[in-house]
């Protein structure tokens, strides 16, 4: 089967109406992003869907707005048969501040069937002997790279093209267990609960070990994550290039005194005055931080 691109806003709302013209109400859908791998930020890069008819691909990226895009994921008279989809939908939402509606995401089923191992991969193997294509190749592909690779889009179109056939077998397996309203009503709630607390957390706050510090420390995290996020923004790459997390949370729970040790956690590849003005920078923010911890 050929994958079709819809290339823009106009070719989007085409596919749309012949949708409807179809009468076809439900697509399955899926997304690949950049989360600060291979450059700053948070990109929606592709979107996959299958209508049981076409394969069809949106690159957001050549898209001049994302008003088709928009009408897309907020249509309410087109169920979208998704997988775990609140890291898509925050991402909606930050990206191009829409609201993903008329969702059915299957994630809950699994849940509620207590699968031993529940990411999407895993689930699609047990139940429809899918096998993962290429899996390992793809894992960190840098999906912001234009053209993308035809055995990428493959790669791309390989969940999305079952998501149907996985959700038959899923709600016979609920309503033989008598499950079936259960998940329904959790897949309410998940759509509900887009803007849950989780989602409206800084940055800083999900950072493994943030939790863990106690509330000066917090302060002191805080202050350097978004010192070290504004150099990652400016150079445009992942801020874990720029200073790892892990010696981040270290410098902070345990108080490094040490300049050296400071210095010696900014990427070397970074060049030199861009370095020095980072480390000094870090330096006030630490030598604060334990005069504050003095002070307590």
Not at 42 to 67: A, S, T
Request: one cysteine or more; hydrophobic letters at 40%.
């Amino acid at each position: 089967m050929n994958v079709i691109e819809l290339k823009n806003d106009h070719e989007i709302h085409r596919y749309l109406d012949a949708l409807d013209e179809r009468g076809q109400k439900a697509v399955a859908v899926d997304v690949e992003a950049e989360f600060n791998l291979h450059c700053y930020g948070e990109h929606l890069c592709l979107v996959q869907i299958y209508d049981l008819e076409n394969e069809v691909v949106i690159d957001p990226l050549r898209l001049k707005n994302g008003e088709g895009i928009r009408k897309f994921f907020e249509k309410r008279d087109l169920l979208k048969v998704m997988y775990d989809s609140m890291s898509d939908a925050a991402l909606l939402e930050k990206a191009y501040g829409i609201r993903l509606k008329s969702v059915l995401d299957l994630r809950p089923a699994v849940a509620l069937l207590d699968y031993p191992k529940q990411s999407l991969a895993h689930v699609l193997e047990e139940e429809l002997g899918v096998a993962p294509l290429n899996k390992k190749k793809f894992q960190q592909y840098n999906w912001m790279r234009r053209p993308i690779a035809k055995d990428a889009i493959a790669y791309a179109m390989g969940d999305v093209r079952h998501l149907f056939r996985l959700k038959e077998a899923l709600f016979a397996k609920l309503d033989n267990r008598g499950l079936l309203d259960a998940y329904l009503l959790q897949n309410l709630m998940l759509q509900d609960g887009q803007n849950s607390r989780k989602n409206r957390q800084e940055k800083y706050e999900k950072a493994k070990g943030y939790n863990r510090l106690d509330k000066s420390r917090q302060e002191m995290f805080k202050e350097l994550f978004l010192v070290r996020d504004e150099f990652a923004k400016r150079l445009n790459k992942p801020p874990d290039y720029v200073f790892s997390n892990a010696r981040l949370l270290d410098l902070c729970k345990n108080r490094v005194q040490d300049p050296d040790v400071v210095r010696q956690g900014i990427n070397r590849r970074i060049a030199r005055p861009v370095q020095e003005e980072l480390f000094g920078r870090f330096a006030e923010i630490v030598q604060r931080g334990q005069g504050t911890s003095r002070e307590g």
